[in-house]
């Protein structure tokens, strides 16, 4: 057991009083989900910022304050430790699009629109980062980076090809003239459009002297599903 000196309020006759205070201690099984934790959420952070090739695990262990053989002893090399950084987190925003995109289909009356299965997929995933503090914003923009590499590409594959295909067949069933080709690039430009976002760069912030912010993802939420709904009806071949 952990033993804690902890002072009480004044007693009586004005005199305050110090008790043991018993605590359970933390199993090993618990001191290394800390630690885990700990050295995903540093390295989250920096891939967020410099992506794979511009951090090193001395870098990592630096901002966790640590010695390089633990991120050893943890994780083969950096490559396994990006995989496992992009591991953590993919499953929440999957599960919960994938979720989302159920419940539109089970309430749309067998007659989805675009739009309706586009703010399924996209107001659900920007809730998540900008509702979900700092450490899923640094995913965001990890993931974002992430996705225009051939790592990251590889994991998104295999992280969350079964959501996008799922909005795929909602698609279909939105637009059932269209090609499935017209389809497919109509989802590449959505998430094209939303992978910029969740960068988080700040450019907008600078082209638009203020008025529009990276960060403001309820803005984006206002707009990104009506505006790319658009595109998609556009697509068309006359």
């Known amino acids: 057991m952990d033993l804690t000196q902890t002072t009480f309020p004044e007693q009586k006759g004005g005199m305050s ?38 951090v090193t695990l001395r870098d990592v ?7 390089t053989t633990l991120l050893h002893y943890y994780f083969k090399d950096k490559t396994n430790l990006f995989e496992e950084v992009f591991a953590r987190r993919a499953p929440v925003t999957s599960g919960r699009r994938m979720v989302a995109l159920d419940q539109y289909e089970a309430s749309c009356g067998g007659k989805p629109t675009v739009e309706g299965a586009l703010h399924a997929f996209l107001d659900t995933d920007l ?16 993931g974002a980076r992430a996705s225009n590499t051939v790592e990251g590409a590889v994991l998104m594959d295999l992280h969350f090809d079964p959501v996008v295909l799922k909005l795929v067949s909602i698609l279909k069933r939105a637009l059932p003239d269209y090609t499935d080709e017209d389809i497919f690039w109509g989802y590449h430009f959505v998430t094209g ?10 450019r907008i912030d600078r082209l638009s002297g203020g008025i529009c912010r990276s960060s403001d993802f309820p803005a984006v939420k206002k707009r990104m599903a009506k505006f790319m709904a658009a595109g998609f ?6």
């Open 61 to 67: 262990a630096e901002r966790v304050g640590i010695h």
């Open 193 to 202: 459009a939303l992978m910029n976002t969740l960068a988080n760069t700040g």
């Open 233 to 238: 009806l556009a697509l068309k071949h006359k």
């Open 127 to 142: 809730d998540l980062y900008y509702q979900g503090g700092e450490g899923m914003m640094n995913y965001a923009a990890f």
């Open 17 to 54: 009083k110090t008790a043991t205070v018993k605590r359970p201690r933390r199993t090993k099984a618990e001191q290394r989900a800390a630690s885990l934790e700990q050295i995903l959420d540093a390295a989250e952070y920096l891939f967020s910022k410099h992506g794979l090739d511009g």
